[in-house]
């Protein structure tokens, strides 16, 4: 997983478990709001017509009436239950004046359950005529029946006790519930998007300034010594940018000074060559002197060969690269004119498109396992023996394999300074050297007849 794959699922997964542990919570408080709004409102209702009935007035026609006109605006809740005959509105079972339903105070309802309201005026005088004063009303009571929440108010008509009640269903408090709390769980969503969004930016920004550090490593690997990290960032991404910078200069620095080491061994190693030549030269005419005189060119040439060894990375770059197709064409050509004396078939097998393939090589050191190689085909087959060069790939490989006819080269041969062949041993091992600084390997395989040597070298 991505490091902003990682930031992502860590913020939207903890805003998530947060949400969710506030869920239950959340639900149940708004269920009991919107529970105690329900039943005030029907305390409410169930009050204004108990203060309707207080009065005395009117008949059982104009009670029907005002309980339709209620129920056909609030869903047939109402109930009024004088105790002398059918009741009016929705006949529940439950309500009257002597139910056996456990009726409660209900909260905030106004009057409380067992107080009377005496109904005369701030100066003490009753409303209306003494024949129709007004009734005493009871307090808002509320019980748990079948379905839902019944809220009750008693009122006192003609010296009678008549009970209103209106039903709360479970089912309205339900549907209540979820539409708050559908609202509650869009802001819910709305608040996982943004801190989802807040997370990509923040995780964009983050792998963005490594990327740019990880980067500057590849440039620098590639061999490209001026590279150097931006400092920006949070303060430990900027703390690996400025180490990086500072192992990027301490590289530059250590090459310059090999630079300056070489060329200071360049001079310290001529000097007293040249000067053992001139006492060789001084020397009389004799098989003696012809020996050293050898033995100083071998010097002189292995003390080149090391110095432009060591000079190779100011030339070439930390990481050289080769096109693979020119050098072995090269090659082949120089060993062409002696395959062609010695009567073989000498053939050379590029794939089409080859032209431009790179390795991870300097061009000498290429050639130098080739020409080893191909060495190794001339000197151990006989006169006549096919020999063949092939260039193809394999993923992403580059894979070149000398061929020969003859009897093979034996897996100990691989090892440094070995030979069954009266030869110094060195050719295989320095093409192997080659494959394994490429990132790649040397493999001795046989094809039928043909015996085969495979470099198989490593992409840049």
């Not at 309201?117 to 005529?129: C, K, L, Q």
């Amino acid at each position: 997983m991505s490091l902003r794959a990682r930031i992502l699922a860590l913020g939207v997964g903890s805003a998530a478990a947060m949400l969710l542990l506030l869920a239950v919570p959340v639900t149940l408080t708004v269920q009991r709001n919107v529970q105690q709004d329900e039943e005030q409102w029907a305390a409410s209702v169930a009050q204004g017509v108990a203060d309707l009935l207080s009065t005395g007035r009117g008949d059982r026609d104009d009670l029907v009436a005002v309980v339709e006109r209620i129920d056909a605006r609030d869903g047939g809740r109402v109930t009024v239950d004088a105790g002398d005959g059918a009741p009016v509105g929705s006949t529940r079972p439950d309500c009257s004046v002597d139910s056996d339903a456990r009726f409660g105070p209900l909260a905030d309802a106004g009057t409380p359950p067992g107080r009377r309201d005496d109904a005369r005026s701030p100066d003490g005088d009753s409303y209306g005529p003494p024949d129709a004063r007004v009734g005493r009303v009871y307090g808002a009571e509320v019980a748990s029946v079948d379905g839902g929440r019944l809220v009750r108010v008693v009122a006192e008509q003609r010296g009678r006790d008549v009970a209103v009640c209106s039903f709360v269903p479970s089912s309205v408090v339900g549907r209540e519930t979820l539409e708050q709390v559908g609202v509650l769980g869009l802001a819910g969503l709305v608040t996982l998007a943004a801190v989802a969004g807040l997370a990509v930016v923040v995780g964009r920004r983050l792998a963005g300034h490594l990327t740019a550090a990880a980067a500057t490593a590849e440039r620098l690997a590639a061999g490209d010594l001026d590279a150097r990290a931006p400092q920006d960032g949070p303060r430990e991404v900027r703390s690996v940018s400025a180490a990086l910078n500072r192992l990027a200069g301490r590289i530059d620095e250590l090459l310059v000074a090999e630079r300056e080491t070489v060329a200071d061994l360049s001079h310290r190693l001529r000097t007293p060559v040249t000067a053992v030549r001139l006492d060789v030269e001084a020397l009389p005419e004799s098989p003696q002197k012809r020996e050293l005189e050898d033995h100083l060119d071998h010097l002189e040439r292995t003390l080149t060969a090391v110095i432009q060894a060591a000079r190779r990375p100011q030339r070439e770059g930390a990481v050289p690269r080769t096109d693979v197709v020119a050098v072995v064409q090269d090659r082949f050509a120089y060993w062409a004119p002696l395959l062609e004396d010695q009567r073989r078939d000498a053939v050379l097998e590029l794939p089409d498109g080859a032209a431009g393939w790179e390795v991870r090589l300097a061009d000498a050191d290429l050639a130098a396992a080739l020409d080893a190689l191909l060495e190794n085909a001339v000197a151990h087959t006989a006169e006549g023996v096919p020999v063949a060069v092939t260039v193809s790939s394999v993923g992403t490989d580059t894979v070149v394999e000398v061929r020969d006819q003859g009897p093979g080269v034996p897996p100990s041969a691989l090892r440094r300074g070995t030979s069954d062949r009266g030869s110094s041993g060195l050719g295989l091992d320095i093409a192997r050297s080659c494959a394994e600084a490429s990132g790649g390997r040397l493999e001795l395989d046989r094809d039928g007849p043909w015996s085969l040597v495979r470099l198989v070298l490593g992409a840049p």
